[in-house]
Nanobody, 119 residues
Framework: QVQVVESGGGLVQAGGSLRLSCAASGRFISINDMGWYRQVPGNERELVAT???????NYADSVKGRFTISRDNAKNTVYLQMNSLQPEDTAVYYC?????????????WGQGTQVTVSS
């Protein structure tokens, strides 16, 4: 069993910053890619950023230059630093990890954390 717990969401004014954290725990052999996704009611969940175990990052075009993803492999934790937030960044943000359990890799999701940006 793998648990994924997010923290750090909240309400911020446009132009402000927030930092999201996501920690994984439980029984797994290793954690491979980690990432952040977001979803607005009525829309599909969309990729925000992902990061490999080696530290290679990938970003959605809409957040490039404003958001930074990072990870601490020793703590099984991934972070998302969000700067210059805009109202269109308002969404529920979900953490995703790809963990190897026995010989297979599985996707695990956090419960989601609300980010609201006021204009």
């Amino acid at each position: 069993q793998v648990q994924v717990v997010e923290s750090g969401g909240g309400l911020v004014q446009a132009g402000g910053s927030l930092r999201l954290s996501c920690a994984a725990s439980g029984r797994f052999i290793s954690i491979n890619d980690m990432g952040w996704y977001r979803q607005v009611p009525g829309n599909e969940r969309e990729l925000v950023a992902t990061i490999t175990r080696g530290g290679s990052a990938n970003y959605a075009d809409s957040v490039k230059g404003r958001f930074t993803i990072s990870r601490d492999n020793a703590k099984n934790t991934v972070y998302l630093q969000m700067n210059s937030l805009q109202p269109e960044d308002t969404a529920v943000y979900y953490c995703n990890i790809k963990a190897r359990v026995r010989i297979l890799e599985y996707d695990y999701w956090g419960q989601g954390t609300q980010v609201t940006v006021s204009s």
